[in-house]
């Protein structure tokens, strides 16, 4: 019989031992983490166009940056950011490159109210964003002192045509044109299969005009519903969708007409919520599209 080396008898003492230590000492697995749900930002200017949505949510606490407030949530387990982002471009392009760097949102929907430019629409009607457009970057012919303002005469400028001069040099030649942000076709799609849903109007696909003006010139609005194709204006939509487009974030408009002066349509303030119980429909729907692993 051979004889067991020295070197065989200690690393079978020490598999033994190791077997006895494994079976007798206390142990717990710790499984690993799962990759957090991108959550869903729904985006509304003022206190009436966001905290309708915020009530739906569970969970909610409250974060701000800027003059922004973020509402984070859940609605139906998937997690939701309500962005109250301030009336106008400058706070809603603030809101929404914040919203995205801190929050990482797989989709975004900038909702409200907004003013009828389509003498076709009636007040809780609401228009799809197929397009948005920065309906107040217009550079103004040449008159000379005393000769007036022309405002109906004045040409669209696109400040990201280049980084030259929008109004001087052979760069503004390039941006003598009109920049208009597509919606997203799936999140356009799905919104559309569910206008039976909107039970105060109409759903329709449109253009969304945005600036910091507060139109009552009918002249004024025709002249960019002809010119723009704007089916509606309010001041927060091109900008949001701008900002999106930059970062790749799939992007909505949702607008609800609270009034509309094409046709002597009356401010109802009521039409706020009806835009969000709209945009709920479509949220949830678009929850229960996701693939059951995200």
């Known amino acids: ?30 499984a690993s983490s799962e990759t957090p749900l991108a959550p869903i930002m729904i985006q509304g ?3 009436i166009e966001a905290e309708y949505f915020v009530s739906l949510l569970t969970d909610v ?15 139906n387990g998937h997690p939701i950011v309500v962005a109250k982002t301030g009336k106008g471009l400058e706070n809603t392009a603030a809101a929404t490159a914040i ?22 629409l009636n007040v809780g009607d609401i228009v799809l964003g197929e397009k948005s457009v920065n309906a107040s970057n217009f550079k103004t012919p040449k008159l000379e002192a005393g000769e007036g303002s022309r405002p109906l005469n004045w040409i669209p400028m696109d ?25 997203d076709e799936t999140l356009l799609k799905l919104a559309m299969s569910l206008s ?11 253009t969304i005009g945005s600036g910091n003006f507060w139109n009552n010139e009918i002249d004024r609005i025709a002249w960019l ?13 091109a900008s ?37 119980i709209f945009v709920k429909t479509v949220v949830e729907a678009y929850i229960a599209s996701l693939p059951k692993t995200l």
Request: net charge neutral.
């Open 1 to 30: 019989m051979k004889k067991t080396t020295p070197l065989f008898s200690a690393l079978f003492a020490l598999l033994c031992f190791n077997s006895m230590a494994e079976s007798s000492m206390k142990s717990v697995t710790v």
């Open 45 to 47: 200017p003022m206190p």
């Open 61 to 75: 606490r409250v974060e701000h940056s800027g003059n922004a407030t973020f509402y984070l949530g859940t609605l």
């Open 99 to 120: 919203g995205i760097s801190r929050y990482q949102p797989r989709i975004i929907i900038n909702q409200g109210t907004s003013g009828g430019h389509d003498p076709k």
């Open 159 to 183: 400040l990201m045509a280049s980084e030259g001069s929008a109004g001087e040099g052979d760069s503004a030649t390039d941006a003598e044109k009109i920049r208009f942000y597509a919606g």
């Open 196 to 206: 039976k849903e909107h039970k105060s109007g109409n759903v329709v696909k449109g």
């Open 225 to 237: 519903h002809k010119n723009l194709g704007t089916s509606v204006e309010e001041m927060e939509s």
């Open 240 to 276: 949001a969708a701008q900002i999106a487009h930059a970062y790749g974030v799939p992007f909505l408009g949702i607008r609800i007409l609270s009034n509309n002066i094409t046709n002597h349509g009356e401010y109802n303030p009521g039409t706020a919520e009806a835009c969000q």
